[in-house]
């Protein structure tokens, strides 16, 4: 009878252990607001710079801090193109490296970015917005930019 109140106990144990940690949300989950995926692909025409449209937003406490923004991309392009970001709907601006390299052999490319954004760029306490923008620098008459599968995300700098 001991043995098998033991068993019973361990049982008991296994049960309650194994539903906690598959209903637990992962300590390092980032919330929806702050990531964004898109596989479709999407051709952009134009002079820089204008909005493209892809947000991402993230709420900063009372002491703001720096953030980290990544994007993330397959490209092919006909032009000399900027990426470059709106911060809470200013104008776009470069935040760091912001040019996708042109390679005459019409092969597909990736490329990744990540620009640190301090609270003197104009980051403020409550939510924050990071917009895409960018455009054609070059003199072609019709430009484009293919995006491919592409991912944008936003992060509290620790």
Known sequence: ?????IA???L???ALTTAMLWTAQPAAAVPANQILKILPDRTITGKCCFLWGETVTITEP???APVIVTFSTDYLESGNFVVKLSLNNR???AFGPSDIELELDSQARSHLFEWIIYPEDGLMKGTNTFTLCGGDNS???TPTLILGG????????K
């Open 1 to 5: 009878m001991k043995n098998f109140n």
């Open 12 to 14: 008991t144990a296994f």
């Open 150 to 157: 592409r991912t944008l995300s936003v992060t509290i700098s």
């Open 139 to 141: 003199a072609q008459p």
């Open 8 to 10: 019973k106990y361990i």
């Open 91 to 93: 104008p776009c601006q």
């Open 62 to 64: 009372a002491a703001v």
